[in-house]
Structure formats: structure tokens, C-alpha cells
């Protein structure tokens, strides 16, 4: 049986703990509003200009530009965005999984082949591929020590231009979708080559634009700020995700820290308890000792 002091020592621990488990909630709880806030007003608009151009490429009016040209997958790019902190449950280890599920089973050729590079947007994603000597492009991982649209946006240039240089023929992006907080959805998309609508989704004969200037400044313009404003998208779910998790994942510890303490101050008056018996019973063996002489 542990001693008084030991176990005292440990419910003050345990206290502590939970104190700062409680705070951390109290942060995230914060941070959570704002950032569920601004990926519920960006949703609309980015689904929106994704079903365009998706319903161009569907329509075949626009299959010979650069950002719905399929190509032979020969080089892949996996865009992974993770979070900078840990503390939030399996929010971490769930995207990481996925990515390096889709390197080792669909992707498996072309990362035999030396032609698989990770872009990690993130610190966890950063750490965890490069200490397991992936090809990476690793300028970007800091993006959310200042999530901004610019930041992402020279993210997404950078995607474009990569793309449209031939130096990658697919581009998929692995994040958290925001669900609500007790819930994230593991998300894999292709950010380019833009992915057509299924047949099912949408009747082509009928999607019929008419392109005010033209079709090339429509193209041109509008095409890589869609694409930027996707990954931007992107971003901001894993953000409020993340918040989400680690919301859950605090509130998780709070309770069992309470719990803890239960257990820890049941095991301290019986500790007590059974030393002031002790005491008693030396007192009272004391007493029969000096009668008896």
C-alpha cells in the first residue's frame, strides 16, 4: 500500500492535470467557433466554383486545358495537411495513416520508382515523413503559424504551376473535413487534374455556357483563383477540425482526470484510515504491556 505522502503527491498531480486539461478545452473551444465559422461561410462558394468547372470538363467543352488534361500517371504529389500540435486525439495519426496507405497501395509504382513526393502543410505531417526518408517538398509544412488565403494561395500557385510544368500528373490532397466536434471525416481528393462529374451526377447534354469575355480569360483568371480557393477550403476544415479534436480529446482527459482523483482520494482515507488504526492498536498493545509488568 502506497504511503500518505505518495498518494498526496499524486492527487496534486492529478489536480494539476486537470487544470490544464480544462484550460486547453476552454482554447480550443475558442479557436473552435472562429474557425467553424469561417469554413461554413467559404463552403458554399468553394463547392460552388468546384461543380463549374467540374460540369466544363463534364460538358467536354474544355478538355484540352491544362487543368482537366489527363495524363499517363507517371509522377503523384500527396498534399497532407495535418496539424502543428498534438493533444487531439487521432487527428493526426488518421491523415498520416491514409497518406501513407495511398503511397504504399495505389501509389505504389511510382513510389518504387522514386515518383512520389509528399507536400506536408503541417508540423506533425513533417515530422513523421521526413524521419521516414520520403521524397518531399517541404516548403509549406508552417503554413498555420499564420493561416492567411495569401499563404495558401502561394501553396495552391505552387500546386498550379508544378502541374501545368508536367512535373507531376496527379495532385491529391489527404485533410480532416469538420463535421461537428465530436466528429472528422478523413477526406481524398484530386486537387488537378479536375475530375469530371459522374454521368449520373449531371445530364451533359444540357450544361451549355456561354463565356463572357471568352472562354481564355475565363480559363485564364478564374480557373487557378477556383483551385486556390479549393485548397484554402481545405485548410480551414482541417483547422476546425483539429479544433474539434483536440476540444473532445481535452474534455476526454478532464473526466478521466476527475475520475483519477475519485479513486486517488478513496485510496488516501483508506491509508489514513488504516494508520490511525495502526496507531491504535500500538497505543492499546502499549497499555496491556504496562498493566501486565
Same mark, same amino acid.
Request: hydrophobic share 40%; charged share 25%; aromatic share 8%.
Given at each position: ?8 503527491s499524486?492527487?496534486?498531480s492529478?489536480?494539476?492535470t486537470?487544470?490544464?486539461?480544462k ?5 480550443a473551444?475558442a479557436k473552435?467557433?472562429?474557425?467553424q ?12 466554383l468546384?461543380?463549374l468547372f ?6 467536354g467543352?474544355d478538355e484540352?486545358?491544362w487543368?482537366s488534361k ?12 495535418s496539424?502543428?500540435?498534438g493533444?487531439c486525439?487521432s487527428?493526426?495519426?488518421t491523415?498520416?495513416k491514409?497518406?501513407?496507405k495511398?503511397a504504399s497501395?495505389k501509389?505504389s ?5 522514386d515518383k ?6 503541417g508540423k506533425?505531417?513533417f515530422e513523421?515523413f521526413s524521419k521516414r ?7 509549406f509544412w ?7 488565403y495569401?499563404?495558401?494561395a502561394?501553396a495552391g500557385?505552387?500546386?498550379i504551376?508544378e502541374f ?8 491529391e ?6 463535421k ?5 471525416i478523413?477526406?481524398?481528393?484530386q486537387? *488537378?487534374?479536375?475530375l469530371? =462529374?459522374a454521368?449520373?451526377n /449531371?445530364? !451533359? +447534354?444540357?450544361v451549355d455556357?456561354?463565356y #463572357?469575355p471568352?472562354?481564355?480569360?475565363i ?8 483551385l486556390?480557393?479549393?485548397?484554402y477550403?481545405?485548410v ?7 479544433n474539434?479534436?483536440?476540444m473532445?480529446?481535452?474534455d476526454k ?7 483519477? *482523483?475519485?479513486d486517488l482520494? =478513496?485510496?488516501y482515507?483508506? /491509508?489514513r !484510515? +488504516?494508520a490511525?488504526?495502526k496507531?491504535? #492498536?500500538e497505543?492499546?498493545?502499549g497499555?496491556?504491556?504496562?498493566k501486565?509488568s
Amino acid at each position: 500500500m502506497p504511503s500518505l505522502k505518495e498518494v498526496k503527491s499524486r492527487i496534486a498531480s492529478v489536480i494539476s492535470t486537470q487544470q490544464i486539461t480544462k484550460a486547453m478545452k476552454m482554447v480550443a473551444a475558442a479557436k473552435l467557433r472562429k474557425s467553424q465559422e469561417r469554413i461554413t461561410q467559404m463552403r458554399p462558394f468553394a463547392q460552388k466554383l468546384t461543380g463549374l468547372f467540374q460540369n466544363l470538363s463534364a460538358a467536354g467543352q474544355d478538355e484540352q486545358s491544362w487543368y482537366s488534361k489527363q495524363r499517363p500517371v507517371e509522377s503523384v504529389l500527396l498534399v497532407v495537411v495535418s496539424s502543428d500540435r498534438g493533444l487531439c486525439g487521432s487527428f493526426n495519426s488518421t491523415v498520416i495513416k491514409a497518406a501513407s496507405k495511398l503511397a504504399s497501395e495505389k501509389y505504389s509504382v511510382q513510389s518504387a520508382n522514386d515518383k512520389l513526393t509528399i507536400l506536408p502543410l503541417g508540423k506533425k505531417a513533417f515530422e513523421f515523413f521526413s524521419k521516414r526518408n520520403y521524397k518531399m517538398e517541404s516548403s509549406f509544412w508552417n503554413i498555420f503559424q499564420s493561416l492567411s488565403y495569401d499563404g495558401v494561395a502561394q501553396a495552391g500557385e505552387f500546386l498550379i504551376d508544378e502541374f501545368k510544368a508536367g512535373r507531376y500528373d496527379r495532385i491529391e490532397i489527404v485533410y480532416n473535413e469538420f463535421k461537428n466536434v465530436a466528429t472528422q471525416i478523413l477526406r481524398t481528393e484530386q486537387f *488537378l487534374p479536375v475530375l469530371p =462529374l459522374a454521368k449520373e451526377n /449531371t445530364k !451533359q +447534354a444540357e450544361v451549355d455556357y456561354i463565356y #463572357l469575355p471568352n472562354q481564355h480569360e475565363i480559363v485564364t483568371g478564374l480557373v487557378p483563383k477556383a483551385l486556390k480557393i479549393q485548397l484554402y477550403k481545405a485548410v480551414l476544415d482541417s483547422s476546425a477540425a483539429e479544433n474539434g479534436a483536440r476540444m473532445t480529446a481535452m474534455d476526454k482527459a478532464t473526466e478521466n482526470a476527475g475520475e483519477l *482523483l475519485k479513486d486517488l482520494k =478513496l485510496s488516501y482515507n483508506r /491509508t489514513r !484510515q +488504516a494508520a490511525i488504526t495502526k496507531e491504535i #492498536l500500538e497505543i492499546v498493545a502499549g497499555a496491556e504491556a504496562l498493566k501486565a509488568s
